[in-house]
């Protein structure tokens, strides 16, 4: 009798134990799903640390001060840019300086960017197919920045399209599915950011007016800081993987000095005018009838190596305020390299 006691006891530890391993099992896939969801469980590259210098802020704000002084006729405020510099030079040490780089902004098309490496995460994840569909619908919204092809990767990433409004419960599934980007980035460590919009021309309508808000509280919104950070990934091949990053910049190659009509082209219409000849050019623009914006990745001929990325509100048709910061940066930098101590 105390054999079959013992017995019994030790069936039931032991069928307490396989219960309780099942249900830490449980609990640990759930918990896999849940991250993944999040967006925890990828395999991103190495994440960019950047380092706040004293020395580079000093010197964007003197870019800042003048640029904003050399346009005082046209009302220009400091208010009216944000502003965020980084030094790529030393790829294992990168140093930033921002003006109002943390503010949220209305980003324009530099939204897509954020689509782009978001679509190549999935796509080394596995979870959306590699098809010459896709591709060209990347290369469209990058090189064209055209909407519609965005709206096409949008839907594919998320799993959502437009259409008209949806009952109540199914508008909250469609919202969560949506929302997807925005914790892809947040597992990150990107905060202050909302990227679950399309870009419309006209628009938006149905469950897509709905999700905005009614005073489009919930629009796309960035800060210059999150997008020099994203674009410094890409240039150091830190975003998704090498091979990806390198894609990426293929999409985002602009030649300055490129024959072209159109005063507002992405390669010449921001950035790209300012730079001298020799000097490579990555960039994604933006542009509304309210914002004027440009995130570029810039190597110049001595081998200085930077992010720009330069977001203005409430000079939208003025083309040269963009470029002109871009020149007294360099000019900076210039100053830097040269007064630096010779090894």
Same mark, same amino acid.
């Given at each position: 009798m105390?054999g ?10 032991w069928?307490?134990?396989i219960?309780g391993? %099942? ?5 640990l896939?759930? =918990? +896999?799903? /849940?991250?993944? &969801? ?9 994440e ?12 964007l ?8 002084s ?8 400091t ?7 980084l ?9 930033a300086?921002s003006?109002?780089?943390?503010? %949220?902004?209305?980003p324009?098309?530099?939204?897509? =960017? +954020?689509? /782009?490496?978001? &679509?190549?995460q ?14 060209r619908?990347?290369?469209?919204m ?7 092809a ?11 399209t ?14 969560n ?6 914790r892809?980035?947040a ?10 919009q ?13 999700f905005?808000?009614e ?18 990934e ?9 091979a ?9 190659k ?6 072209g009509?159109?005063p507002?082209?992405?390669?010449r219409?921001f ?10 050019l ?23 190596k930077?992010?720009?990325v330069?977001?203005?509100v ?7 305020i ?9 000019g900076e ?6 007064s630096?101590?010779?090894?």
């Amino acid at each position: 009798m105390k054999g079959f006691v013992k017995n019994a006891e030790r069936r039931f530890i032991w069928r307490s134990e396989i219960s309780g391993m %099942r249900a830490r099992a449980r609990g640990l896939l759930s =918990l +896999f799903a /849940l991250l993944s &969801a999040w967006g925890m469980f990828c395999t991103c590259a190495a994440e960019l640390v950047m380092e706040r210098s004293d020395h580079l802020q000093n010197a964007l704000d003197r870019a800042v001060q003048e640029t904003v002084s050399a346009f005082s006729d046209k009302n220009l405020r400091t208010n009216e840019l944000a502003v965020t510099l980084l030094d790529l030079r030393e790829a294992s040490h990168v140093t930033a300086a921002s003006h109002r780089g943390d503010v %949220r902004i209305y980003p324009a098309s530099v939204i897509k =960017l +954020f689509y /782009l490496v978001a &679509a190549h995460q999935w796509m080394e994840d596995g979870k959306i197919a590699e098809t010459p569909e896709l591709r060209r619908a990347l290369h469209d919204m990058i090189v064209d920045s055209y909407n519609e092809a965005t709206h096409y990767v949008v839907d594919l990433i998320t799993g959502t399209t437009s259409g008209p409004e949806l009952p109540a419960d199914e508008m909250v599934q469609w919202e969560n599915k949506r929302n997807v980007i925005n914790r892809y980035f947040a597992s990150r460590g990107y905060a202050n950011i909302n990227v679950n919009q399309k870009p419309w021309c006209e628009g938006p309508y149905g469950r897509e007016r709905a999700f905005v808000g009614e005073k489009f509280t919930n629009r796309n919104a960035l800060t210059t800081d999150a997008t020099a950070r994203l674009l410094g990934e890409i240039a150091l091949e830190r975003a998704v993987s090498p091979a990806r990053s390198a894609q990426m910049l293929d999409l985002l190659k602009r030649d300055p000095t490129a024959p072209g009509s159109d005063p507002d082209d992405q390669a010449r219409g921001f950035t790209g005018s300012a730079l001298p000849p020799g000097a490579k050019l990555w960039s994604k623009a933006g542009w509304t009838s309210e914002t004027r914006h440009d995130a570029a990745y810039i190597e110049l001929p001595d081998g200085t190596k930077f992010v720009l990325v330069t977001f203005t509100v409430g000079h939208a048709n003025d083309r040269e305020i963009i470029p002109s910061l871009a020149r007294k940066v360099m000019g900076e930098l210039k100053n830097e390299t040269n007064s630096a101590p010779k090894k």
